[in-house]
């Protein structure tokens, strides 16, 4: 049976699916595919998780926006042709850059748009725009990873090997990634170190993923929260003071040998357990595995790979820095086989940080900071190097700025449910509300479009063309199988209904076009991918980035022959441990940590309207440790308070052994009253700008109730 090939729309496994269009206006049904492959390794192995399964849902949801919206005097959002609400955005940008200037416009994208969509966002805003405040919520994602990667390696590419690479390890090191619950079908690549023990996870809790090690002899390393950093440092102590370190790869590969064991000499073991809570002995079994499996002691390899819960911390960028020096240490990057990845998140998590549209970014990851780089780039746009805005603000620093005296006036976002999912959102409210102009493309009413003064109503996955880059760095196809309901048109149709109206070039809004202009603006970047055409990936063509010429196979692997750094060496970067930014205190003795589960994807804005998901998860909830239970008296069920430093909520208590006594989980994907991020903290990782989601101090009470948990 026929049908249209094309990718899932949520996480960056992107795995492959076939559409088949069904006999109701603007529906498909789907079928996994297991024809992603590269080399005989299916990325998804013919699996889908639930939130692929159900995802054609989405596309006919009873709100999907089907018009624009503009907010009327009275202050209600009320449906309005296309060429009036551009009309309206148009004259309100125009008035707004007039008064203020240029910057009072901003613009925030996602790590959810295409390839095409994101170069064309971030060309908007330097060119139609000439706005230097343009960031994304990459930011709340995988930017401490690329911060890290970056300063080591040279580049930052999630995974520099295929997947399916993991499956012939000898010990796989998890830093903060669930894996099991995030992207389902990757852990069939875990099946093989998983029956040889060398499965070894890092949680504060006993999660999906960390339950895999139960099996087959792994480790699971249930440290405290925020003390990730502490933890590899010893790990990587004992494999330095045991003599089980690579020393020919480091002398030979790295830079800086002797930064390694000056700043590791201190963290011994006992040291280390005190600060993580994980036994010392737990600590230098798990060394010892994953350095049998080194290539350097004949092992069949070793992979370290991080995921948000080491990422998502005002020290992320250090941490993962400890956990690629680790790596170093035991020879593994650009050995095959073996490595340092970071697991990114969104369905376009890496592509989406390639072409522009964080801030101090130009296509094919360039600095906006580099003459050369303005030099080429504003030669492919056909405008004056001197005309391009320099680097912009970080999407926490720019949210605070928004609707300030100095700050922003104007707001366009792209791909982003804000009000869920940034963190502070008490902050986050009051400045959205400050601006003089809120608009929000999306493709259903959001939390944060419901906000907005004009709302514009978007193509989604099934209805639209384009490419995406998976978690391997693979660029592959968006097709699609149905027309968009209504008024609906794409994002590029918005950059261009503006551009003209502001009186810009003009901006393409066929995105094979888009695509072969981003390629020459990629061109001698370090996201290279100038040789890559739709023929190609059409064709079945397995394409990682740097694809330099058409006639290149692409780049599967990366640093097999040397580092992305100019002397060709890893740089290593001496990192030490400190404490989380709100630490515990008298008045909030247990850490708050929150993350993801199988059902919701992100914000929820699009899982949430999905019956079967809704039905299976349709509230928020906090894990609780049976030990505080007791101490307060609630039973599984019963409603409690948590409260920060940033703000209270109330919500029903989950009852489990598989959080650590200090440790309260609780879920993002929920809006209104069920939103965590107003317990969050904004405190940022000083390099990569990310902000605290993962940890900060909270006290934990029984709401309103006698403590005997009576019903109220
Ligand atoms: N079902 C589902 N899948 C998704 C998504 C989704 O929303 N839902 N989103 C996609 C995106 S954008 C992303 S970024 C990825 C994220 O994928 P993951 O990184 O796997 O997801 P999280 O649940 O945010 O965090 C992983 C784990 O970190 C743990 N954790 C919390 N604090 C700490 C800590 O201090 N140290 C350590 N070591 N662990 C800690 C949590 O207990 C959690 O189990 O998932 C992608 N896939
Ligand atoms: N507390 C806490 N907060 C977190 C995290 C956490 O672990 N804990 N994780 C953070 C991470 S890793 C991430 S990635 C963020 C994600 O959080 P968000 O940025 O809010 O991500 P989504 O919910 O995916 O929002 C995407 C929105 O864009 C819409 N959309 C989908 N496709 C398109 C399109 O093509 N064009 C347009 N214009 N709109 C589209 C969707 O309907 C949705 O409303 O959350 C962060 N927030
Ligand atoms: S694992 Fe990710 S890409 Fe695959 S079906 Fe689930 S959400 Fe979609
Ligand atoms: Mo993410």
Redesign the pocket.
Known sequence: MSGIPTHCPYCALQCATTLHPVDRPGAVEVQPRATQSYQGGPTNMGGLCRKGWTAPEVLTVPDRLTTPLVRDAAGDLVPASWDEALDVVADRIRALQTEHGNDAVAVFG????TNE?AYALGKFARVALKTANVDY?GR??MSSAAAATNRAFGIDRGLPFPLADVAGAGAVLLVGSNLAETMPPAVSHLEGVRGSGGLLVVDPRRSATASLTEDGAGIHLQATPGTDLALVLALTHVVLQEGLADTAYLADRTDDPDALFRSTASWWPERAERVTGVPAATIRRAARALAAAAPVHGGAGAFILTG?GAE?HSKGTDTVTACINLALALGLPGRLGSGYGCIT??GNGQGGREHGQKADQLPGYRSIADPAARNHVAGVWGVDPASLPGPGKSAVELINELGTEAGPKALLV?????L??A?RLASVRERLASLDLLVV????P?ETALLADVVFP?T?WAEEEGTMTSLEGRVIRRRAAITPPGEVRS?LAIFAGLAERLGSLPFPTDPAEVFEELRLASKGGKADYSGITWERIDAGEALFWPVPAEGHPGTPRLFADGFATPDGRAHVVPVDHRPVADDLNAGARLYLV???LLQH??????TRRVAELDAAEPEVFAQIHPRIAAQLGVSDGRPIRLRTARGSMILPARVTADVRPDTVFVP?HYGGAGA??EL?NDALDPVSRMPE??ACAVDVTVAGLPATGVPA
């Open positions: 996602g790590g959810g748009l969509k919520n709340f994602c948000r998502q998140g969104q792209h791909g982003s449910n804000l869920v999912s963190p493309a999306d493709v259903v959001s978007v989604q994002d929150t993350g993801r994807y992100q914000s929820g804005a699009q993002f965590v991020n969050t989601f993962k």
